[in-house]
């Protein structure tokens, strides 16, 4: 077996992370290459070593038993943000509101803009209803757009 | 099917205290280990809508527990280096073997260090340590044989200083 394919099978099975039938099959071959056991030996010593090193006994462990208090501590974070999102929001609300004001373009409407033209267009119908009507090859679209430019202008104008 | 706070309650029993151990070590004091395991599982609940699809929760853990530490450790920058807190606070040994083992631990580069201790102390697989430091699976197989290498060589020099 080539030296560090070896080696990198050593580690593994040193550090406790070889697949078992790979290991029966190393063990296999260690028993008849004594250097290689030895090897093997060595480097299961600094990991035995090593793992005696960075683990510590005897320290002291005081946890809380429960975390619901986290849970509320979460519920209340979320709570507050919410609130802190609905603060802001009135506010820029606000100064949006109050910054309009002061332009003076502030358009209070109880109907969306798109309904009133439509009111309008038909209120301004019946002048060019009987045009219309005397051309009926026109289509309906027709004769709202010919309505609506009918409600664009004056109606004094259109008297005359 | 249980609830987040059912699953949150279980991961709590099983692993806050290994999670402290592991903090523990890595701070100046007990208390600041212990509010850094509350963020930890306070990190966990926030998160509570992804515990369905966490593939391994320890591993999971030890990422949000490692993270919280360095965001800790990013504030105080006075602060010792973890190693040196743990291998100065760590008793005395009658064994030179040892002595010399901890010194070989703390000169180790920190990837290679970080790396040999989940494996060792935290017993985390080579799959849980890939995912807890998200490096591919090879790169913490080469970091752990690299780290036992350079160990062994400490040993053998020292060996051959003392012969």
Redesign the interface.
């Known amino acids: 077996m080539k030296f560090d394919v070896l ?2 099978l050593l ?2 099975r ?2 406790g ?1 070889l697949d078992p039938d790979v290991e029966a099959l190393l063990v296999d071959y260690l028993a008849n290459d004594p250097t290689a056991a030895d090897q093997a030996q ?2 299961q010593n ?2 035995d ?8 006994t005897g ?5 809380p038993s ?2 619901h208090r ?2 509320w ?2 519920r209340a974070e979320q709570a507050l943000a919410l609130a802190a999102s609905f603060v802001v929001g009135v506010g820029i609300t606000a100064l949006v509101f109050r910054a309009n004001l002061r332009s003076g373009n502030v358009a209070i409407s109880s109907v969306p803009a798109q309904a009133n033209q439509s009111v309008v267009s038909a209120a301004w119908l019946a002048p060019v209803k009987g045009k219309v009507e005397s051309l009926p090859f026109w289509s309906n679209q027709r004769v709202y757009l010919l309505a609506s430019v009918a409600g664009q202008s004056p109606p004094t104008a259109r008297a005359n | 099917m249980q609830s987040a706070s059912d699953v949150i309650d279980r991961l709590y029993g099983q692993h806050a205290n290994e999670l402290y151990g592991y903090l523990a070590r890595r701070c100046p004091d007990a208390a600041t280990a212990g509010d850094l395991v509350q963020e930890t599982f306070l990190q966990v609940v926030r998160q509570s809508d992804q515990l369905a699809k966490v593939a391994m929760p320890r591993a999971w853990l030890f990422a949000i527990a490692r993270n919280m530490l360095a965001r800790h450790y990013r504030r105080r920058r006075d602060l010792p280096t973890a190693a040196e807190l743990w291998y100065a606070s760590a008793p005395e040994s009658k064994d030179d073997r040892l002595a010399v083992m901890r010194e070989a631990i703390i000169n180790l580069p920190a990837e290679l260090r970080d790396t040999l201790e989940l494996r060792l102390e935290q017993e985390l697989s080579y799959e849980e340590i890939a995912h807890v430091l998200d490096i591919p699976i090879g790169t913490v197989r080469s970091r752990l044989h690299n780290a036992v290498r350079h160990l062994r060589d400490t040993l053998r020099n020292q060996e051959e200083k003392t012969q």
């Open positions: 080696e990198r580690m593994d040193a550090l992370h060595e480097l600094v990991v070593g090593a793992t005696e090193a960075v683990r510590r320290l002291a462990i005081e946890l429960e975390i986290l849970m501590r979460h």
